[in-house]
């Protein structure tokens, strides 16, 4: 009977189903996660794009390119061949008619024309430059002054144009604007001065112009002036008289005049032509190359109503080294050649002659004098200024130069070692 009761009962077994797949739900998750991943896609894109131009510059820095200006070479005359020994011929000699003709006013305006075509296609390498200055009346009113002179566009490195222009136009200044032939202004920046000669090379972005601008102007051909003489016909533009893009025209009167610098000497030419003191330009021949640079900071005390210009040949390598963005190296010598003919006659050994040393430089650092006599630097013979400006710009600024004198005492020269340390001229 108690089996029996037993048998009635039993035990419950429960089955565990697999809860059914939501469809709609998983394809919500899906449809999540593939928005994301695109959007993913989209932002590293997008970030991709702005930031490579950046981790580029930063792996691969761009350097400018390299601004070349070839030195100039004394032109060599050529050979006329010696009547002598011509070789004969059969023809009979005969004599050559002389034809005179008279020349008229409109021949002398013709020639006249010829040559102001000349200077009108310069001034498209001719820019006016202005310095603004922030200054404060005395009633401590700001006011704005403005420093005004000529540039001449001298390269086109593709990214910037370099203009050649003179410090005291922008000394001081705290904005530098260039104006172009077509009267388009753009904002300037100062690349590199010479604290000497006071040329000063600026640059302007070449994306800042328009095309229409960059289509007018053109780039001045430096030329050679090493082969400039007394009479040779000159165009002077720029602002010459302190009008911009004045055109004059006159002759070299002198090519021979050479003045004393800091650690360099510079050819000089004088002119005929008519200008003011605070002129500014560059000189120019008749193929439309610029020959000199208009500086009135040389002129004499005589000449101060005519045009007085650097021969440009003296400054390329002056100029080379500013467009590239290098420093002048300054040792603070005012020094002059000692020729075979001085030498002797005045018993001084051969070398570079100091006439004088600048205060404060590294020269009297170092201890040099007057007097001394360089014969080399670093081991090199150094026997001409032109030498020792070579030499001395092949330096960097911080570099200690070994320089050889030669000092005069009691018993004669004696050979003294001098450590320069280059520096620079603010």
């Known amino acids: 009977m108690q089996e029996n009761k037993q048998d009635k009962y039993e035990f419950i077994s429960e089955k565990i189903k697999d809860k059914p797949v939501n469809k709609k739900k998983l ?61 004969e011929t059969n023809e009979p000699d005969s004599e050559p008619q002389i034809v005179y003709e008279q020349l008229t006013l409109d021949d002398f305006q013709t020639l006249q024309n010829e040559m102001y075509a000349i200077g009108k296609q310069a001034n498209k390498f001719i820019v006016a430059v202005t310095g603004v200055k922030s200054n404060t009346d005395w009633f401590n009113n700001a006011y704005e002054s403005k420093g005004q002179g000529s540039g001449i566009i001298i390269a086109n490195s593709g990214q910037e144009l370099l203009i050649l222009t003179e410090r005291k136009v922008i000394a001081g200044a705290s904005s530098v604007y260039v104006t172009f032939v077509n009267d388009t202004s753009v904002e300037a920046s100062i690349k590199k001065y010479d604290g000497n000669t006071g040329i000063t090379v600026l640059s302007v972005p070449v994306d800042e112009i328009d095309n229409d601008t960059m289509n007018l102007i053109s780039v001045a051909v430096l030329g050679n002036s090493l082969a400039i003489t007394q009479g040779t016909l000159a165009l002077a533009v720029g602002s010459p008289l302190g009008t911009n893009y004045s055109i004059l025209t006159g002759n070299i009167t002198s090519s021979a005049y050479s003045i004393s610098t800091i650690d360099a000497n510079y050819d000089i030419f004088t002119t005929d032509i008519v200008g003011s003191k605070n002129g500014s330009g560059a000189l120019i021949n008749l193929n439309g190359e610029v020959i000199g640079i208009v500086t009135q900071g040389y002129s004499s005390e005589g000449d101060q109503n005519t045009l007085t210009a650097i021969s440009i040949s003296k400054l390329k390598p002056l100029i080379e080294m500013l467009s590239n963005n290098k420093d002048i190296p300054y040792i603070g010598l005012e020094i002059t050649t000692v020729t075979n003919t001085i030498a002797k006659e005045n018993d001084i050994p051969k070398g570079v002659y100091i006439k004088d040393v600048k205060m404060d430089s590294p020269a009297m650092a170092a201890g040099l004098q007057s007097g001394d006599v360089i014969t080399e630097i670093d081991g090199e013979a150094v026997i001409s200024v032109d030498g020792y400006q070579t030499k001395l710009l092949s330096l960097t600024p911080g570099d200690v130069a070994n320089v050889t004198i030669q000092r005069q005492g009691n018993d004669g020269y004696t050979e003294i070692k001098c450590p320069v340390t280059v520096s620079v001229l603010q």
């Open 27 to 87: 394809a919500y998750h899906v449809c999540i996660v593939v928005f994301l991943a695109v959007l993913f896609g989209i932002v590293a894109s997008v970030t991709f794009v702005l930031c490579q131009p950046k981790i580029d510059g930063m792996l691969h820095p761009q350097e400018d390119p390299t601004i070349t200006i070839p030195k100039d070479e004394p032109e060599q005359e050529t050979e006329t061949e010696d009547p002598d020994t011509e070789t």
